[in-house]
């Protein structure tokens, strides 16, 4: 299930594999959209708990970058978990929105709804890795790209110039 998407997923096989019968399956949870529901929610779970890892101490702008780059590793590791996350998930994680809200709140970022802004984070970050999943698997350029992409959906979001020279200098992490 971490590299196949739920499209590949038999419930009998599964069952089998389990040593159980997928009348367990049906009786645990309702049958197959309710166990991919289970495990898209525990796979989002992993996700949040793989982005908080990351946070802290190098304030908001390197934290930003550290949180993308934790979601692309962990989406680029779990290709088939990452595509059920993404069909539940449909707002930001909360990891993001407290980054966004430091960094407009320290004026980094442009005053505007947090929610708005970090999705469009999100939705920048989901773009590039998605593509990356579908079309770039495995390429050399495609972390060339994903950071480039990083960097011009935080910058999109800069108050002033200043800011942008912080930004310069927090790529090299």
Known sequence: ?????????????????????????????????????????????????????????????????????????????????????????????????EVVDALVDEGIFRNAPIVDVASSVWASLHGIVALEIAAWPGAPSSETYFEMQVTAVMRSWLLDASAADRLSDSRAG
Do not use: C
């Not at 949870?29 to 289970?38: D, I, P, R, S, T």
């Not at 779990?78 to 449909?90: A, T």
């Open 1 to 97: 299930m971490r590299d196949a998407g739920p499209e590949g997923l038999s419930l009998r096989s599964l069952a089998t594999s389990q040593g159980t019968s997928t009348t367990a399956v049906y009786t645990m949870f309702g049958g197959k959209n309710g166990l991919l529901a289970a495990v898209g929610a525990e796979a989002d779970s992993e996700l949040a708990a793989a982005q908080r890892q990351v946070l802290g101490g190098r304030g908001p702008l390197e934290d930003l970058r550290m949180l993308a780059r934790a979601y692309r590793l962990w989406a680029v590791s779990n290709p088939g978990l990452y595509d059920l996350v993404i069909r539940e998930r449909h707002t930001p994680h909360d990891a993001l929105l």
